[in-house]
């Protein structure tokens, strides 16, 4: 099998079909339409083995994340995520690794409609490379640089379940129950797509959390030039955090990575409404700050003091 024969067995036809891509894998670059009114939204993420998934992780699995966080991308700019390309390398010719690979790509693309337009396939260290396209109407996208102070800040799930699971899954005491949980938070991030339709109405900035809390949202603080102030008792932490690492809870719900929510900031005069649209749809967000003009990070601790806050996160170099 070489490189061509194994892109026509395992990629070529594991998308669900979209009717806008007018040819996809098979020539030099893939064909799709962008309707009239809508904008393309791009973005690439890498998964690099030993940095970003275990050797030992499943290839299905592998495939799962892949996507996933890129489709987190899309729901952080208010976009909906359409095609997908895969640059795939690898350290051999694994089939079995290779099929369990297309098969957890091909339910994931199947599960937000995504087609997998082309790729490149390459012989290396194990990483994989997707690049997810996605559309927006016209001047809707939701930027990082467009908070305004008194914006109220949000975040869509409790967090720290993912830096949980890279940390302490091994140490004693965790139940296997636990661990399973954990690591299906880990493996099986899930893009929150459903905000997708309130961000782009309400949002005034919005970011994923994929390096941890403080240090995504300082991203749209540095871009929009402001500051934030943050509640301690109202940053949500996932239950088994609490659980397993009391002491240290908010501080993982605040630094650890992999958790794949959006964070995101309302103007006060949209609050009620978005309120009452968030409930209506089933939603929850929880508040955990304001937007300030002053730069930096501010917290507000439980006996009501206000302490400087560096904001850490996960980061490469
Ligand atoms: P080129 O030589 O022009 O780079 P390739 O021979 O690498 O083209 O790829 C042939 C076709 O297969 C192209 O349409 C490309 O987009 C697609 N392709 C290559 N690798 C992958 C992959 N891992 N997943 C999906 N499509 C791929
Ligand atoms: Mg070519």
């Known amino acids: 099998m070489n490189e061509f024969s194994l892109i026509d067995e395992f990629f070529k036809t594991i998308s669900p079909g979209r009717k806008d891509v007018v040819f996809g894998i098979g020539d030099d670059a ?3 339409t962008v309707p009239c009114g809508m904008e393309l939204l791009v973005s690439t993420d890498t998964l690099v083995a030993g940095v970003h998934f275990l050797s030992e992780w499943s290839g299905y699995d592998v495939a799962c994340k892949s996507l996933m966080v890129n489709i987190s991308d899309m729901a952080a700019m208010a976009a909906t995520p359409t095609w997908a390309t895969l640059a795939l390398t690898l350290p051999k010719l694994d089939k079995k690794w290779l099929a369990a690979f297309a098969e957890g790509l091909k339910d994931s693309l199947a599960q937000y409609h995504i087609d997998l337009i082309g790729g490149d396939t390459t012989q290396g260290p ?4 997707i690049t997810i396209m996605g559309l927006a109407p016209v001047g809707k ?9 008194g914006d109220l800040i949000f975040v869509t799930g409790e967090l720290g379940g ?3 699971a890279v940390h302490y899954l091994k140490q004693p005491g965790i139940t296997e129950k636990a661990q ?5 938070k880990l493996l099986h991030p899930k893009p929150r797509v459903e905000w997708c339709e309130l961000i782009r109405k309400y949002a005034s900035a919005a970011i994923d959390i994929s390096d941890g809390l403080s240090v995504d949202l300082s991203h749209i ?4 030039s402001v500051g934030a102030l943050l509640k301690y008792s109202d940053i949500p932490v996932h239950p088994l955090v609490r659980h397993y690492r009391k002491e240290k809870a908010v501080d993982l719900a605040l630094t650890g990575g992999d958790d794949y929510e959006l964070c995101f900031t309302v103007g006060p005069e949209q609050s009620n409404c978005f309120f009452r649209d968030t409930h209506e749809l089933g939603l ?3 508040p955990i700050g304001v937007i300030e003009k002053e730069p930096g990070m501010r917290l507000i601790l439980s006996d009501n003091s206000c302490v400087a806050y560096q904001p850490k996160g996960y980061s490469h170099f």
Do not use: F, G, H, N
């Open 30 to 32: 893939a064909c799709v």
């Open 126 to 129: 194990l990483s994989i490379t």
């Open 141 to 149: 996208a939701v930027r990082r640089k467009t908070a305004q102070p």
């Open 162 to 164: 993912a830096a949980l």
């Open 180 to 184: 399973e949980v954990l690591m299906d």
């Open 221 to 224: 603080c540095k871009a929009s």
């Open 284 to 286: 929850q967000a929880y």
